[in-house]
């Protein structure tokens, strides 16, 4: 079994996690910046949690897990440090919810990268499952060769397509001038901030 690599949009999504510890913590921060609704279920939880509560991003339900909690849920996080538990808010989660139990690879139908963010380039790594140690590894060592310039050579892009399917009608000509985006000039003079040569290179392409 192979699994299916997506990226979710989980604005206004309804999420729950359960459990509010280090590794609930450290899924929650990950999940901050996509918009979703967050509520964390947890007789307690730590430091970090009560800072994002107090700031009004997320709801802190205080307490032990039950059912209702999970209702409307698309997507839940069980990170009780208690398998017992885990298990419970999996026997609770109906087969079209997404459900991550951090203890259990197998009965989870959805288990979570290590992400590379650069702007809108993300670099996702996973093992299966298999050392998770590894995936963060990874990660760490694509920071390296996709560097912070890949944040403003990504938006480039970005901006470019843009006006590409906005000015050229033709399908072979657009998709030769993807193609030519792609030269590594373009990466070059992003990242030594020469943005007019980078412009008129680009306008070069669109003659
Ligand atoms: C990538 C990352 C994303 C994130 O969580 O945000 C993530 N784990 C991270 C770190 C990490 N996790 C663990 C260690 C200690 C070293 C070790 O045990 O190897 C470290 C390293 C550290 O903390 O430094 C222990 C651990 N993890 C799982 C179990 C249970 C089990 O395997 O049964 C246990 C044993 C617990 C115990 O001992 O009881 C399970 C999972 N962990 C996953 C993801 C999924 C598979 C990812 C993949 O396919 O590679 C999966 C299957 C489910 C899930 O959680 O979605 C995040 C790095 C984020 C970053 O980049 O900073
Ligand atoms: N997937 C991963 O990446 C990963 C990494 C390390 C550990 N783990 C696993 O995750 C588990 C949790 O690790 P942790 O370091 O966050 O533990 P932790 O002890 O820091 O936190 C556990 C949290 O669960 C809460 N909790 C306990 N019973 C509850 C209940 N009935 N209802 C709601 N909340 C309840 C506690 O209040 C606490 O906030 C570990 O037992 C381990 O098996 C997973």
């Known amino acids: 079994m192979k699994h299916y690599p997506i990226n979710l949009n989980l604005l206004n999504k309804k999420v729950a996690i359960i459990g509010g510890g280090k ?37 802190w339900k205080r307490g032990k897990f039950s059912k209702g909690d999970i209702g409307e849920a698309f997507l839940v996080i069980a990170a009780t440090n208690c398998k017992q538990v885990n298990c419970e808010v999996y026997n609770c989660c109906q087969d079209h919810q997404l459900v991550n139990l951090v203890d259990d690879p197998t009965r989870s139908n959805f288990i979570v990268p290590s992400t590379l963010h650069r702007g809108k380039l993300m670099l996702s790594v996973s093992t299966s499952g298999a050392s998770p140690g590894l995936s963060k590894k990874i990660a760490k060592e694509l920071a390296t060769q996709f560097d912070s310039s890949y944040e403003e050579y990504v938006e480039f892009l970005s901006q470019c397509r843009l006006k590409v399917l906005e000015q050229i009608e033709d399908r072979e000509k657009r998709r030769r001038i993807f193609q030519q985006l792609l030269d590594p000039t373009f990466l070059e003079l992003t990242k030594q901030h020469n943005f007019s040569q980078r412009q008129k290179l680009f306008a070069d392409l669109l003659e």
């Open 23 to 59: 590794v609930a913590e450290r899924k929650l921060l990950n999940l901050l910046e996509t918009g979703a609704v967050i509520t964390v279920v947890s007789p307690e939880v730590t430091e970090k949690i009560v800072e994002v509560v107090e700031e009004g991003l997320v709801k």
